[in-house]
């Protein structure tokens, strides 16, 4: 879609469209929506609205009533939450968005069961272990649904399990070179989310979405940032941070030869230069910093932000007219 649209502005820029036939031209490729694009969108806005509010309304409506509501009637309440619609979306048909949305209510609703499990029945277990049991029980929903939020927020429950592992379990033990792997870990875990979302978007009609995928790499870069920093500051512990930093190097150089060439994709391309800005301005910070807090040092670093921003932008604007000139020619060629 922002292909078509770029191509056409270059069209009526260089003035092979006209105005009007350049909104007919944007109307007829469903570039700009019309009246019925506009009530599907508003449609499907509202539907997975109202689930989203309506989940957290009945949890927040039991915890608001914990003490009159009895305990049967807390778990009567939550189990209708994920039971009835669940049946209505295989009533439904699961291909349609609010059967899809019923099931992430559905999902929704399993994680508040879950926490009122928990805090009915104190067991001293840790918290990672209601979000691991939350995304295993969750999985046949999501399965199910073969939907693009119920995959995001299953891995955003991933995600969060692994962290409180880490915190929770591991780091008291001191195990994972001392608790300076956790970025690292988190790193790891997002590139094979990564990987497998590549696949799913070349081989599942219900998941080619780009987003999925763009998700993975925000959360990679994150802790992969983080793990580069953490090398450059603590100088004391640089050894224990190696091989975190390494994994950073790794993404960085892996992701930039696959997104240019196998995969191109502009965000995640912009997204690893923006990280490589903020750690190398750590770095010079670090280096100058330290030693010179002067004026000249933070010159120096201001100068290094605007530039490198420059030189990314013109880079990244070259590289998407790279891709799309072999697409203008073959449209230029007649038939």
Not at 105 to 128: E, I, M, P, S
Not at 303 to 331: C, H, Y
Request: hydrophobic letters at 60%; proline letters at 3%; charged letters at 15%.
């Amino acid at each position: 879609m922002d292909k078509t649209r770029d191509a056409l502005s270059r069209y009526a820029e260089e003035g092979v469209l006209s105005a009007d036939a350049y909104a007919s031209a944007l109307r007829l490729a469903g570039v700009t929506p019309d009246a019925d694009a506009w009530r599907r969108f508003i449609d499907r806005l509202l539907v997975i609205s109202g689930a989203l509010l309506v989940a957290v309304g009945v949890i927040f409506f039991v915890a608001f009533n914990w003490q009159a509501l009895g305990r049967f009637a807390k778990f009567g309440l939550l189990e209708a939450m994920v039971l009835l619609p669940t049946a209505y979306a295989l009533f439904a048909g699961l291909a349609t968005v609010r059967a899809q949305a019923a099931l992430l209510f559905a999902v929704l609703a399993l994680g508040g069961l879950l926490a009122l499990v928990g805090q009915t029945y104190q067991t001293g277990a840790d918290n990672y272990e209601l979000f691991l049991a939350w995304a295993v029980l969750a999985l046949p929903w999501v399965l199910a649904g073969r939907w693009a939020p119920l995959w995001a927020i299953w891995w955003t429950l991933i995600n969060l399990t692994l962290l409180l592992y880490l915190f929770q379990v591991l780091d008291p033990l001191r195990i994972l070179f001392f608790g300076r792997m956790r970025p690292g870990a988190v790193a790891l875990l997002n590139l094979a989310g990564l990987a497998a979302f590549e696949w799913a978007y070349a081989h599942i009609d219900g998941l080619r979405t780009r987003w999925l995928a763009r998700y993975c790499v925000l959360i990679a870069l994150a802790a992969g940032t983080f793990a580069a920093l953490m090398y450059i500051f603590e100088s004391s512990h640089r050894e224990d941070n190696g091989a975190a930093f390494a994994i950073y190097c790794a993404m960085i150089l892996v992701g930039a030869a696959f997104y240019q060439t196998l995969r191109r994709d502009l965000f995640p391309l912009a997204s690893g230069v923006i990280s490589l800005i903020v750690v190398v301005t750590g770095w010079f910070g670090e280096v100058f910093l330290d030693k010179h807090e002067s004026f000249g040092a933070f010159t120096l670093i201001a100068f290094f932000v605007i530039g490198s921003t420059i030189g990314a932008t013109w880079w990244l604007r070259e590289l998407n007219r790279k891709w799309e000139e072999p697409a203008a020619l073959a449209r230029e060629q007649p038939a």
